[in-house]
């Protein structure tokens, strides 16, 4: 399973402007890291106004703090 998040979308939107978070399964990124990684980047997209190749998902280390 994948995800991919787009903040402001709009037709014709390039791929560097979209997070995407793969291999998204049992032997891959378990189901808990990826919510918690997709909270991160929709709260961060929503605060920062963009995603893409800007928005780093730093969810491990705000995770930390």
Do not use: W
Request: some cysteine; aromatic content about 8%.
């Amino acid at each position: 399973m994948g995800a991919y998040l787009t903040y402001n979308p709009f037709p014709g939107i390039t791929d560097n402007h979209r997070n995407c978070l793969s291999n998204i399964h049992a032997q891959g990124l378990s189901y808990a890291s990826a919510a918690q990684s997709c909270a991160y980047l929709i709260q961060e997209a929503l605060k920062q106004k963009l995603t893409g190749v800007v928005l780093k998902n730093n969810s491990t280390i705000a995770a930390l703090k």
